[in-house]
């Protein structure tokens, strides 16, 4: 089966650290840019990160350059995000998304990161 | 950067009924529009790409159209299961960031 599944979310303190996983089954990553896009609750989606297929590339929001970052491993099948120095804004569901053709095709099903003290 | 207008915020029909959804871009941008559905507590899934591409699984009555800075997203005639709400998605040329609109809620009238 086609699909990405997200793990890693949780409670995290103002300034403290996380990094999100996302494994991918069913495809072969190392042929496709992937993002991460947030929600906070109640609101819209946000673009976070991209990285191109083999990791040499990545672009960022503004609000989390130089916080997060975006890798891969092809070898693994898997994504990831690391995400320092966390505010309480950055509390959302984080997706991991396939994205080709500058939109994403296939996401996972979310992992909630809630920052709060 | 590029914002992305969605209107309106909520559209009250009833199934059977046409769907007209409108995304207006701040400047004009590239053939990089998509659409997506989000139903509460899921993850959005991609409708249409490249402005008018369905994507795979999409149904036939999901169309979308538009160039410059005006987009619309047609659905044809209401299905229960297309009350959701709705995002339009552009990609910068370069850099190749991102950028959604605030989505439009399809809702029971």
């Known amino acids: 089966e086609v699909q990405l599944v997200e793990s890693g979310g949780g409670l995290v303190q103002p300034g403290g650290s996380l990094r999100l996983s996302c494994a991918a089954s069913?495809?072969?990553?190392?042929?496709?840019?992937m993002s991460w896009v947030r929600q906070a609750p109640g609101k819209g989606l946000g673009w976070v990160a991209h990285?191109?297929?083999?990791?040499?590339?990545?672009y960022y929001v503004d609000s989390v350059k130089g916080r997060f970052t975006i890798s891969r491993d092809n070898a693994k099948n898997s994504l990831y995000l690391q995400m320092s120095s966390l505010r309480a804004e950055d509390t959302a569901v984080y997706y991991c998304?396939?994205?080709?053709?500058?939109?994403?095709?296939?996401w996972g099903q979310g992992t909630l990161v809630t920052v709060s003290s | 950067d590029i914002v992305l207008t969605q209107s309106p915020a909520t559209l009250s029909l009833s199934p059977g009924e046409r769907a007209t959804l409108s995304c207006r871009a701040s400047?004009?941008?590239?053939?990089?529009l998509a659409w997506y559905q989000q139903k509460p507590g899921q993850a959005p899934r991609l409708l249409i790409y490249g402005v008018s591409n369905r994507a795979t699984g999409t149904p036939a009555r999901f169309s979308g159209s538009g160039s410059g800075t005006d987009f619309t997203l047609t659905i044809s005639n209401l299905e229960p299961e297309d009350f959701a709400v709705y995002y339009c998605?552009?990609?910068?040329?370069?850099?190749?960031?991102?950028?959604f609109g605030q989505g439009t809620k399809v809702e029971f009238k």
């Open positions: 998304a396939r994205s080709p053709y500058s939109s994403a095709d296939l």
């Open positions: 998605q552009q990609r910068n040329n370069w850099p190749p960031t991102w950028t």
């Open positions: 400047q004009s941008v590239s053939n990089y």
């Open positions: 990285i191109k297929e083999d990791g040499s590339d990545k």
């Open positions: 069913g495809f072969t990553l190392s042929t496709y840019w």
